[in-house]
């Protein structure tokens, strides 16, 4: 979200310093991975849509813009247990905003893409226009557009604190002190800790450790793109197992279980992985894809989660210069470039062409 947000502001013609404790991109941020899922037809809220559409949009363009391929349309294809509830909202969500999106049986979702599997008694939908992203290289592109903009990105320079001042707002850091009219606290499963070294006060976000994982199929060609999507199947209340395509040049697939992990702190979480968080995801990965290989690699990533799972973009509440971009919960890179420009308007203009109340911290009041 940093450098989206400074890609912005910067294209807009603002004096940008984005700073961030570590490398851009980096491997202890929520953004790592190697592949995130863009989707419209939202099941979590509709408040989502309108922003996923201009995303979209701006994923395609930033594309251009780069030369580089960050996003790539595959369709994705969910899948809900009989009650479950992904299936439903994401076809609700869709046919409200005009998302294409297609119903299936199990039977059929299996004859078109071979390499997935359901339950006799799910409820499976096809989003022809869902696909892949690749956070770290559009994490590079955008902090390059940004630089290509005036902006400067300091790096490996962590914010001791951030006071407000009668010439705007007054950031301090290991290295030096800068001064700027305006700052926006976007430091992920850190932001909490920016804020409250700072004397703000911030809404609860907690950091959480999540496990990622990536699988090598003996016959690969059965999941390249255009023959194995994207896939998402409801696991559960609040649990999500998915996976993605090999991507090009690659010989192993990302899988994972969206679902909220054990509460740590950032700065000492374990990173080591454990059987038993490969064993989280590669039982119900082998559920629903056919002849996946084996688990190749794993990694620990941490989230930072608000307390309701939505994001929050606000002013920092006692506070009329410091902002807020924080919270995303897991489910929030693919809105990366839509989060820039709604950030510079609410900064800028004060307002943003999008209805974000439901981003707003006062929910938690």
Known sequence: MGTAIAMTM??????????????????????FGEAR???????????????????????????????????????AVYGSFAGGEVVPRSIESARTHGVPIEEMTPTRASERFETLRFGADWSVAYEPLAGVLRPEAAVESMACLARDAGASIGTF???????EAAEGVRVTTERAEYVGKAAVVCAGAWSARVLSAS????PRISATRQAIGWMKP???????????????????????????????????????????GSEVDPDTVDRAVATSDVADF??????????P??????????????????????????????????GFSGHGFKFAPVIGEVVAGLVFDGRCGFDVTRFEVARFA
């Open 37 to 75: 899922m863009l989707r419209t037809a939202y099941y979590e809220h509709d408040a989502y849509v309108p922003l996923l559409k201009r995303s979209r949009e701006l994923w395609l363009s930033l594309n251009a813009l780069s030369g580089r391929d960050l996003y790539t349309e595959t369709g």
């Open 157 to 163: 320079e962590p914010v001791l604190a951030i006071r």
């Open 282 to 291: 590669e039982g119900g990965v082998r559920r629903h894809v056919v002849e």
């Open 293 to 326: 290989g084996e688990v190749s690699r794993a990694a620990i990533a941490c989230y930072s989660n608000s307390v309701d799972g939505h994001f929050l973009i606000d002013r920092v509440p006692g506070s009329e210069r410091v902002w807020l971009a924080s």
């Open 199 to 202: 004397g703000l006060r911030p």
């Open 218 to 260: 003996a016959c690969p060609e059965r999941f390249v793109i255009g023959r194995h999507p994207c896939w998402a199947a409801e696991d559960g209340p609040g649990s999500l197992l998915y996976g993605f395509p090999l991507l090009t040049g690659a010989a192993e697939f990302r899988v994972a279980r969206h679902r909220r």
């Open 10 to 31: 910067a294209r807009r013609g603002a004096a940008v310093l984005a700073l961030d404790r570590d490398a851009v991109p980096n491997t202890r941020s929520e953004h």
